[in-house]
């Protein structure tokens, strides 16, 4: 048996209060006298517009219209009653699902229609009391005072919602942008290395051209593989560039599998045993940026280790390669447990980062709890290789 998310179980705790709440604007109107049609329309615009599950709704179904038809129908309700001088009741059914548009509309509707729709929702709100209080307006300024308060909350709330994803968002592409401004410096030391070995064997070829012609082919073999690496390279690496700008970066050190396990030697501590499971079926000449790529996915991992599972006494560094493609895995026992101030934890994108990195080379990057385990973290990778 599975027990729900928090995230589900507050939703469906959400939903049920909008339904119980619309219980009584119904019942209410029913026992007065009143029509109930407009109640249901209102009511199920509203409904239909929160309710309406998000993997199912229907492109045409955007958060302007979602957020301003059922509050333009509710400005219509209250201008007929006004209009035609029939007192009508208000409850706390509409205005939860007013309050509830507004929040969508000021977090989720592009611009300008975000303060359109939310002026729409603000203004049907406001309007509410005033189908009851049409022959005495005594009570009505207090009604409209504390729907004053509840819309200032709610759209202050959900304008910072809104300011955070917007700075999320922001994040998420500087992380990016500074993960290709890495690969570029990545790239630059590659090439430097093959075109290095291309020059050194050049100048080699040319002694050799009158002294030992014989092995002038074993040379020119030499510079035909360093320049091949060179423009593969460049092809694989170059194209996720084109958008980075000119802003400068600090450059991060290229490593290699060998580095590996210097990596995992460095990380074990009394507390934690770390296993470097290398197949002796992965090649030494893999390609440079592949090599650096899973050097860093490895390295991120056993920092994200060290920030977010301090528990864990077990972690497992695996490499794997079945001919075409190099399989990078890091995996703790860890449940998530740490010593660290909040302030040490990072800003949580480094797997973004990694992402990027990992599929700007084709690869794929996995993260989440081992399959077939109740614990513990896994982050695997793969990459192609071309051997």
């Known amino acids: 048996m599975t027990s729900e ?3 589900g179980c507050t939703r469906a705790f959400v939903v049920a209060l909008l339904l119980m709440a619309g219980i009584p604007d119904v019942l209410n109107a029913s026992e007065g006298g009143y029509a109930i049609w407009p109640y249901v329309v209102v009511l199920g615009m509203g409904y239909a517009a929160l309710l309406w599950p998000a993997r199912r709704r229907p492109e045409w179904l955007t958060p302007q219209l979602r957020t301003g038809a059922p509050a333009v129908a ?3 309700f209250t201008a007929g009653s006004l209009l035609l001088r029939q007192e009508a009741l208000f409850g706390p059914g509409e205005t939860a699902v007013l309050l509830s548009l507004l929040f969508v509309a000021v977090r989720h509707c592009p611009q300008p ?17 005033a189908r009851f209080y049409q022959d005495d307006m005594s009570g009505l300024p207090g009604f409209m005072m504390a729907a004053l308060v509840l819309i200032g909350v709610v759209g202050g709330l959900a304008a910072f919602l809104r300011s955070q994803d917007y700075r999320r968002a922001m994040a998420v592409v500087e992380t990016r942008r500074a993960e290709r401004v ?3 410096a990545d790239l630059h030391d590659f090439v430097a290395h093959h075109v290095t070995g291309i020059l050194v064997q050049t100048q080699m070829a040319r002694m050799m051209a009158t002294t030992q012609p014989e092995n002038l082919d074993t040379v020119l073999a030499g510079i035909e593989r360093a320049a091949t690496e060179a423009l593969a390279s460049m092809r694989r690496t170059v194209g996720v560039l084109r958008d980075t700008g000119p802003d400068a970066a600090d450059r991060r050190p290229v490593a290699d599998l060998a580095g590996i396990a210097e990596l995992t030697d460095g990380f074990a501590s009394p507390v ?5 499971d290398r197949d002796p079926a992965v090649p030494d000449d893999l390609p440079h940026e592949v090599q650096a790529a899973a050097f860093r996915v490895v390295q991120e991992a056993l920092t994200n280790v060290r920030r977010h599972a301090a528990d864990a006494s077990a972690i497992t560094v695996r490499l794997r390669h079945d001919g075409s493609r190099l399989e990078v895995g890091v995996t703790d026992d860890g449940r998530g447990g740490t010593q660290l101030p909040a302030a040490a934890h990072g800003g949580g994108f480094g797997l973004v980062g990694l992402t990027e990195r990992v599929t700007a080379l084709g690869g794929d990057l996995r993260a989440g709890p081992p399959a077939g385990q109740t614990q513990g973290w896994e982050v695997r990778a793969l990459f192609p290789t071309g051997k």
Not at 113 to 129: E, F, H, R, S, Y
Not at 272 to 276: S, Y
Request: include cysteine; hydrophobic fraction near 55%.
């Open 74 to 76: 509710s400005l219509l």
């Open 113 to 129: 229609w975000a303060v359109v729709c939310g002026i729409l929702t603000g203004a049907a709100l406001l309007g509410t009391p």
């Open 182 to 184: 890495a690969i570029a």
């Open 272 to 276: 934690q045993h770390v296993t470097l």
């Open 5 to 7: 998310s928090p995230r």
